[in-house]
């Protein structure tokens, strides 16, 4: 890997409140990480080549906490059904088709591609149950030069026999033998546990889960709190847990030792929260997905204030779209809707604090990511918003508003990760 300076106007975030902008300033990249901005090139750093941005907006690459791979083909679909129902009808039948490679093949391609050509540098994703299909999705992703963690999805109860593995200990056995398999072949892709959600997971299939978490050291993403309907469901199947949360921890599966995501947390309750807080649980809040499967809006603001970690999600095919640009924008527009028709106590998220929770917020799950400071691999994204039409000149952080609700794919210029260009 090549070490460089980039020039030209960075954007980041010092806190969920305050945006970091400098402009004209050169950020020494060295091995891949960070060495800060400056305003002048430093002695030591000025042998190193100079790529200059000009006045293009330089943003910390973006991290999607909570995205489907094998729904990325019907998005836009079935948005007048309730989650369970959507389920039913369009995620179990489109996800029976990856038992046949080729398709499989075909689909993460595209899905692929577009993440890409997105904002997004970073990301964790499920895929289905089939390990085969599990591991060229992986394949097509360690090539692509992003870094994510990839789940094989498990699932034994309450699902299709399309889809339903077909006991707990087949289940268990098929993804230690991914993980071993994946281990093996990946630098850049990493396995992540990925039980669906309680109402698909036998107890004996968690327990199973726990005793590969142990012996593995891997993570774990799932979902919670989602909507009424699924919150009910999980009350009746696990009575003896005092919320959905307590599910995932009698089986130690809800972070503490090991890093742990749980997608949406639209409804939960205080105690639910407080193990969240205690465990260090990642929220990734996916507001499109809420809002199209009719599931609510959670309060992010105070989780914010709670000092939880908060990341954001595209959550597609519950969203439509992979761009995180459009997320921060739907998360904002949420977020007022929420404040002036339900509970003005919890304040509107901001455009700062929306751009903490695609950057800084998501990118902690990874380590240290989704800033320019000392220490932080460098994942930008160099946006080019000169087609964005405005008759006089703006200020950088009027240009980057206006890109989070105007600017697509085409206004990338350069995307980073790590330190090398993917495109």
Not at 13 to 27: C, D, M
Not at 195 to 200: G, K, Q
Not at 217 to 222: D, F, G, K, R, T
Not at 285 to 290: I, K, L, R, T
Request: net charge negative; charged share 20%.
């Amino acid at each position: 890997m090549k070490d460089f300076i980039i020039k030209g106007c960075f954007l980041d975030s010092e806190s969920p409140e305050k945006l970091r902008i400098v402009e004209a300033g050169y950020l020494p990249v060295v091995g891949g990480v960070c060495r800060g901005i400056f305003p002048v090139i430093p002695e030591q750093f000025q042998p190193l080549p100079v790529t200059d941005c000009g006045d293009k907006l330089i943003l910390p690459g973006m991290s999607d906490l909570h995205v489907h791979a094998p729904q990325f083909a019907f998005r836009g679909l079935g948005m007048d059904m309730e989650l369970l129902d959507w389920l039913n009808s369009y995620t179990f039948p489109e996800e029976a088709k990856y038992s046949d490679p080729a398709y499989a093949e075909k689909a993460y391609a595209g899905f692929v591609d577009s993440l890409v050509h997105s904002t997004t540098t970073r990301a964790a994703i499920f895929a289905t149950v089939h390990p085969a299909a599990t591991l060229g999705l992986m394949a097509q992703l360690e090539q692509s030069g992003l870094r994510s963690y990839v789940g094989k999805v498990n699932m034994d109860r309450n699902c299709p026999d399309t889809v339903r593995e077909p006991d707990a200990k087949t289940a268990v056995r098929e993804t230690e033998r991914w993980i071993c398999d994946a281990g093996s072949r990946f630098h850049h892709t990493k396995p992540i546990l990925t039980p669906r959600f309680i109402p698909t997971c036998s107890d004996a299939l968690m327990a199973g889960l726990k005793d590969l978490q142990r012996k593995y050291s891997l993570p774990v993403q799932s979902h919670l709190s989602e909507n009424f309907g699924e919150i009910a469901w999980v009350r009746e199947l696990s009575p003896a847990s005092g919320c959905y949360g307590e599910a995932y921890q009698r089986f130690g599966l809800f972070g503490g030792d090991h890093p742990c995501i749980m997608a949406h947390c639209v409804h939960s309750t205080d105690r639910e929260l407080e193990l969240i807080r205690q465990n260090g649980v990642f929220i990734a809040h996916s507001p499109e997905s809420n809002m199209n499967l009719a599931s609510g809006v959670a309060p992010v603001s105070r989780y914010l204030e709670l000092g939880l970690n908060v990341g954001l999600a595209t959550d597609v095919a519950g969203g439509s779209s992979l761009s995180l640009l459009r997320a921060m924008m739907h998360a904002i527009q949420a977020s007022k809707l929420r404040w002036r028709l339900l509970d003005d106590s919890i304040r509107p998220l901001s455009l700062e604090q929306a751009f903490y929770l695609a950057t800084v917020g998501g990118g902690a799950f990874f380590g240290k990511v989704g800033r320019f400071a000392e220490g932080y691999d460098f994942d930008a994204v160099v946006l080019d918003d000169s087609s964005l039409f405005h008759p006089q000149p703006l200020d950088p952080r009027s240009r980057l508003e206006r890109a989070v609700y105007l600017a697509d794919d085409r206004h990338i210029a350069a995307k980073y990760v790590a330190g090398k260009k993917i495109f």
